[in-house]
Every structure is written in C-alpha cells, then in structure tokens.
C-alpha cells in the first residue's frame, strides 16, 4: 500500500497495476480471494481503476494503460466469460457504457458481475421486464456525467460488485449521488466479510450475486 501511495501515485508515475485474480478465486482459498482492492485502491489519489467486461477487452484496456502516462489499475478475472458481449475497439477516458437500454430501473456492474447482471436482465427480459445496463468500466474515477442522467431519469439503482461493499463501486456511486441529491432507491450487492474456499458458482450463489439472486434484487426495486 504504502508503495503505491509514495512511490507510485503520489508522483503521478507511469506504472501499470496488473490486478490478477479480481473478484472470486473459488478452490483457491479464502486467502486468495481478489476482494479488497478496489476498496483500498479507491482511497489513493490519482489512482484510476478499470475493469474490462470481456477476456477480449484486456488487451484493449492493457494498451490504453500503457499509453495513459498515469497510475492505472487494470482488475481481470480467474476464468472465462459466462456471456458473449460486444468488445470495445478503444477505450473512452473515464466514460461508462451503456450495455442495454431499459426503463425504472439501471443496474451498473462491472466485469464479470456485468455479465451476471446482463443474464439477469435477460431472464427478465423474456418476463416483459425491460432494465438498463450500465458498464462501469472505469471504476475509479466514477462517470458522473452519466450518473448525473441516470438521477435525472429517476431510474432507481442496483450496483453489483466482486469486492467488498465498504469502500467499493457502490459506495463510491451512492457518495456521489447522495452530493447531488438523488432522491432515488439505491441497493448495493457485493461481499460484507471474508469469502471462504468453494467453487466459484456455488459462491456466487450463498453471496447473492448469481443471476438469479441479481433477477430478485432487482424486482425489490419497483416496490
């Protein structure tokens, strides 16, 4: 930490963070869990944290942290895709993407939460359930042009992460709406304690950030 603090950051250095392992590791161990670096990251100044939605994107976001002339943080995954999406052709500075176009409610996730909550929105979709997607690619600095639209559309929000809730997207999304005002419902999923060792899905699942726990959480938003 303290590396990245002084050494990196606080000198605005050129320096690229290869976050192998983000989110859960599965039979790795809990130890190995990669669940607490966007929180800890998300507190250091001129750090940018970003996060590919596909395995076809890395290669995208690894020549534009290259090129950024700036501390950056590029999260990838143990694993393969779950989802076939569209991949970048060149990254958009500190711009998010919208995935899927929906009314009342937006779901914002990033990689391979992305791609749960895109599943979701697909089984609700085949339910006359129409919600918008949104890819925050860049999590740290948070786009606040399009968070801004989002709160004048009135959508309530669901965030979804593979990271701890304290400190995380969700935090950071519902600290700068709250500045603005927002008068939206805000639920936030992602992890509250330690995760312990067992396969990826069945972790998913007991933590609620499968696609169908995802499904649930976003219908408690049109109550």
Same mark, same amino acid.
């Given at each position: 930490?303290?590396?990245?603090?002084?050494?990196?950051?606080?000198?605005?250095?050129?320096?690229?963070?290869?976050?192998?392992?983000?989110?859960?590791?599965?039979?790795?161990?809990?130890?190995?869990?990669?669940?607490?670096?966007?929180?800890?990251?998300?507190?250091?100044?001129?750090?940018?944290?970003?996060?590919?939605?596909?395995?076809?994107?890395?290669?995208?976001?690894?020549?534009?942290?290259?090129?950024?002339?700036?501390?950056?943080?590029?999260?990838?995954?143990?694993?393969?895709?779950?989802? /076939?999406?569209?991949?970048?052709?060149?990254?958009?500075?500190?711009?998010?993407?919208?995935?899927?176009?929906?009314? $009342?409610?937006?779901?914002?996730?990033?990689?391979?939460?992305?791609?749960?909550?895109?599943?979701?929105?697909?089984?609700?979709?085949?339910?006359?359930?129409?919600?918008?997607?949104?890819?925050?690619?860049?999590?740290?600095?948070?786009? $606040? $042009?399009?968070?801004? /639209?989002?709160?004048?559309?009135?959508?309530?929000?669901?965030?979804?992460?593979?990271?701890?809730?304290?400190?995380?997207?969700?935090?950071?999304?519902?600290?700068?709406?709250?500045?603005?005002?927002?008068?939206?419902?805000?639920?936030?999923?992602?992890?509250?304690?330690?995760?312990?060792?067992?396969?990826? /899905?069945?972790?998913?699942?007991?933590?609620?950030?499968?696609?169908?726990?995802?499904?649930? $959480?976003?219908?408690?938003?049109?109550?």
């Amino acid at each position: 930490y303290d590396q990245i603090l002084h050494d990196v950051c606080l000198q605005e250095l050129p320096v690229v963070l290869g976050v192998d392992r983000a989110g859960l590791v599965g039979e790795d161990g809990e130890t190995h869990q990669g669940i607490m670096d966007v929180s800890f990251l998300n507190t250091i100044p001129n750090m940018t944290i970003v996060q590919p939605k596909c395995l076809e994107e890395v290669e995208v976001y690894l020549k534009y942290a290259l090129n950024a002339e700036k501390p950056v943080a590029l999260r990838y995954p143990k694993g393969a895709d779950e989802v /076939s999406l569209e991949p970048i052709k060149e990254v958009k500075e500190n711009q998010w993407e919208v995935i899927k176009q929906g009314k $009342k409610i937006c779901v914002i996730a990033s990689g391979k939460m992305l791609q749960h909550a895109y599943i979701a929105s697909e089984i609700l979709y085949e339910k006359g359930v129409a919600v918008q997607i949104v890819n925050a690619n860049f999590i740290k600095p948070l786009d $606040k $042009k399009m968070l801004q /639209s989002i709160a004048e559309n009135k959508y309530n929000i669901l965030t979804v992460e593979d990271n701890m809730l304290s400190g995380g997207l969700g935090s950071a999304v519902k600290d700068y709406l709250y500045s603005i005002e927002y008068k939206g419902k805000i639920n936030c999923l992602g992890y509250n304690s330690y995760v312990h060792q067992g396969s990826v /899905s069945k972790l998913y699942k007991e933590f609620g950030l499968d696609p169908e726990s995802i499904v649930d $959480k976003i219908l408690e938003l049109y109550d």
